[in-house]
Nanobody, 121 residues
């Protein structure tokens, strides 16, 4: 079971990025997915999550109205569209999957290796 994040990079404040979380070795449609981030010297925090069928989503207050989580189960991939990026969004972003847990806490069983997002002018 493997999760691979991609789409990170360097972007100017106000810019956008779309992160992808691709699954291999299992069918993602049976799993809730969470996106997390960890900035240097800070604890990992939950950013957004989506239920297995995509009917329910949740966001951290810090990203509401700017980030959108979605999933394409046919492609076994979950996305995090990030708009109006701010320097404080700079972090390593991780996706995580679990067949029973849902939420912005760390209760997921499977984690990716992360992708770096840097917001700077």
């Amino acid at each position: 079971l493997q999760l691979v994040e991609s789409g990170g990079g360097l972007v100017q404040p106000g810019g956008s990025l779309r992160l992808s979380c691709a699954a291999s070795g299992f069918t993602l449609s049976y799993y809730a997915i969470g996106w997390f981030r960890q900035a240097p010297g800070k604890e990992r925090e939950g950013v957004s999550c989506i239920t297995s069928k995509g009917g329910i989503t949740n966001y951290a207050d810090s990203v509401k109205g700017r980030f959108t989580i979605s999933r394409d189960n046919a492609k076994n991939t979950v996305y995090l569209q990030m708009n109006s990026l701010k320097p404080e969004d700079t972090a390593v972003y991780y996706c995580a999957a679990d067949s029973t847990y849902y939420g912005l806490g760390p209760g997921y069983d499977y984690w990716g290796q992360g992708t770096q997002v840097t917001v700077s002018s």
